[in-house]
Structures are given as C-alpha cells and as structure tokens.
C-alpha cells in the first residue's frame, strides 16, 4: 500500500488530451487491481485497521476509474484525492495495527511464561517435602536404606529435570529481557540442588537453595501481577 501511495503523490494534475487520459485510465486500472490485490492479501492478516482503511481507497479508486472511463477528469479529481488520504491513513494503521499485534504477543508469551513458572513452582514445592522426609528419615535411622536411595534418585532426577525445563523457558527469552536473569539464577540453583542430592546431601543448605528457587519464581510471578510490568520485560502501554 505504500507503494500505491507514492504513485498517486507523483501523478500530479491530470494531464489534458485524448490519448493521455487514455494512459491515466489504464494507470487508474493498474493501480486499482494494485489495492484490491493488497487487500486481498491482508484478508488473512490480524490488521483490521490497515484493511478498513484500504478499502475505502479501493472503493475510491473504483470511483475513479469509472470517472476515467467516461471521460470526465474532473469528477475522477475527488475520489483520487479521497483514495491518496486512505492510502496515507492506511499506512498509520498498519502501523498501529502491528504495534497491537506486538503487545498481544507479548502478553501471550508473559501468560505462557506464568503458566510455566506456576507449575515450575509446584514442582520444586514437592521436591523440597520430599527432600525434608529424605533428610529426617535419613537422621532418624542413620544409615540410608534401599528404599530412601530409590526416593533420593527420584527426588535428583526430578530436580534435575526440573533445571532443564528451566533452560529450555530461558533459550525463548531475549537475552536483554531481565526475565533471563532471573531464570538463569533459578537454573543455578537448581544446579546446585542437583548436584547436592546427588551426593546424599539432604540436609538444610540444600533445602535452602531449594527454597530459594520457589522465592525467586514467586517474585516473578509477582512482577506478573504488577500492571506497570509484564514477563516480558516491557512496560505495559
């Protein structure tokens, strides 16, 4: 659509004679089959501004045309004129219209993102019991026995599955969002906790990294709630 504008801008005055107004009919028609097929294309895009806007030029330019075909270039002036204003408005639609679809996007990503750090959070919760029952029936029986080093495996393979769903939400987040930072610092900890069952280690540094895991999301979770801010590191307009 722009492009149909830029042309319009340079048609001028119309230009007298027979065999010239042939040729700004036939402009007419080319840059009129132009919009239509534009706004065609638009169609199945999530820009109703943009296309509400062009087609009114295309209805205008339809005018036009039909002026063009009975000779009269006088009354093909106005609905010109009329067709450059909805191509101009047009463009600022488009314009507005791919803004909203930015901030749509982004919201769905924040609520996606949320949803995620949710269930995120539930899991490190259960971890964090089950590692608190590990620690207390370890200290109460003073030996690790079969069945708490099957449930320690489970609670490491959980906790350690649990920093790689971490990772895989951190690689969607662009790098200059502060969201990243704060998965990062999760992941780190839950690293840590990892590496800590994996070595027996159920006592209270580990459940405090632990527990530091669920504090982090929930201030995530929180800037969620905020609505000056969003997940996505953007101010919410």
Do not use: F
């Not at 638009?42 to 005018?63: D, F, T």
């Not at 009975?70 to 009329?82: G, H, T, V, W």
């Not at 959070?121 to 708490?148: A, G, I, M």
Request: hydrophobic share 30%; net charge positive.
């Amino acid at each position: 659509s722009r492009g149909l504008g830029d042309v319009y801008k340079r048609q001028g005055p119309h230009p007298p004679g027979d065999t010239q107004r042939q040729a700004l009919k036939q402009q007419q028609t080319h840059l009129q089959e132009q919009a239509h097929a534009a706004l065609e294309k638009l169609k199945s895009l999530p820009v109703p501004l943009a296309r509400r806007a062009l087609r009114r030029a295309n209805e205008a330019m339809k005018r036009a045309t039909e002026s063009l075909k009975n000779s009269s270039l006088k009354d093909a002036d106005s609905p010109q004129r009329e067709a450059v204003e909805a191509l101009q408005q047009t463009h600022r639609a488009l314009d507005l219209d791919q803004q909203q679809t930015r901030q749509q996007l982004a919201s769905r990503q924040a609520d996606q993102l949320a949803r995620s750090l949710l269930s995120l959070k539930d899991k490190q919760s259960d971890v964090l019991t089950q590692t608190r029952k590990l620690d207390d029936q370890y200290r109460s029986r003073k030996r690790w026995s079969r069945p708490l080093l099957k449930s320690l495996r489970e609670a490491t393979s959980t906790e350690d599955n649990l920093q790689t769903e971490t990772l895989a939400l951190l690689e969607k987040i662009e790098e200059d969002n502060p969201v990243a930072d704060a998965l990062s610092s999760i992941a780190k900890s839950l690293a840590q906790a990892t590496r800590r069952l994996k070595e027996r280690a159920t006592g209270s540094q580990t459940q405090q990294t632990q527990q530091r895991v669920i504090t982090q999301i929930d201030s995530l979770l929180q800037q969620a709630r905020n609505p000056a801010r969003s997940l996505t590191g953007n101010p919410s307009k």
